[in-house]
């Protein structure tokens, strides 16, 4: 896998499928062209691309990470070939926006029993790396008011988000998440989990989502609204640009009977 920055920053298919469009709808904004690479989950069993024999590629214990893919309980990510960013192509992608920023951008349905497996492999991802800070961006079922908001929690002594860092006019600030608030989302949970147990320094970006539960409806354009809200909070705190470029949801909520109660996931 490529090497990776320092901070990361995560957007998964959650209730609006907002953190995944938010962060594809990043730039770095002066010119440049991020770097992006395809990645898959592969789980249990050996890595594709390793011969095995303990002669390494950096997937080893101990090893850099930037082999044929970083791995923790059973859990790898692996090259994916070429990057297919057009419309509608479900893939895992790894984007180096900035030079101390690198995205995951998981453009792709995780369903209940993938949820661990991911977590893990970001956790092995960024523990071989030396990155030292990571980002949850995401639209969530809040039980708290102040709908249009963008609530910010920290934890493992990270430093705040400024909503200014970047200069953008008209950044909306970024209000605490009150303490014990549900994350009833099951990949971002398992994420939260993940980094607690890694002791990384994490910061979680999170906003009011909507289900859609049809195309071309109110429900679509408040889920559209919430994206707009993410990305601009993550282009204001990371230093780079965000355009929306038109990214629409191609998929439906569907509910996941064998998923914990009040819990939403993007099914086909």
């Not at 006019?169 to 303490?179: D, I, M, Q, S």
């Not at 109110?218 to 780079?240: D, K, Y």
């Amino acid at each position: 896998l490529p090497p990776i920055a320092t901070r990361v920053v995560i957007g998964v298919c959650d209730l609006s499928g907002a953190g995944v469009r938010a962060l594809l709808g990043l730039s770095p904004g002066d010119g440049t062209q991020p770097t992006t690479c395809a990645l898959e989950l592969h789980v249990g069993g050996s890595i594709p691309g390793s011969s095995g024999d303990g002669e390494g590629d950096g997937d080893e214990e101990g090893g850099d990470g930037s082999g044929s893919g970083a791995k923790a309980g059973g859990a790898v990510f692996t090259p994916g070939g070429d990057p297919d960013l057009a419309e509608g192509t479900s893939q895992i992608l790894l984007i180096n926006l900035l030079p101390g920023v690198t995205l995951i951008a998981a453009n792709t349905p995780l369903g209940v029993d993938e949820e661990a497996s991911f977590a893990a492999a970001v956790y092995a991802l960024t523990a071989a790396s030396g990155c030292t800070s990571v980002v949850l961006v995401g639209a969530l079922k809040l039980n708290v008011k102040g709908e249009g908001k963008i609530f910010q929690a920290v934890m493992n002594g990270c430093q705040a988000l400024d909503a200014g860092a970047a200069g953008v006019r008209g950044a909306a600030a970024f209000e605490a998440l009150p303490g014990g608030t549900a994350v009833n989302d099951g990949v971002i949970a398992a994420l939260i989990h993940a980094m607690r147990a890694a002791a990384m320094p994490t910061a979680c970006l999170f906003t009011h989502g909507y289900r859609v539960p049809k195309l071309g409806g109110e429900a679509e354009e408040e889920a559209a609204a919430a994206v707009g809200r993410l990305g601009a909070a993550a282009a204001a705190a990371l230093g780079c640009e965000y355009r929306s470029k038109g990214l629409a949801a191609v998929k439906l909520w569907h509910e996941d009977t064998t998923a914990p109660k009040n819990t939403d996931r993007m099914y086909m």
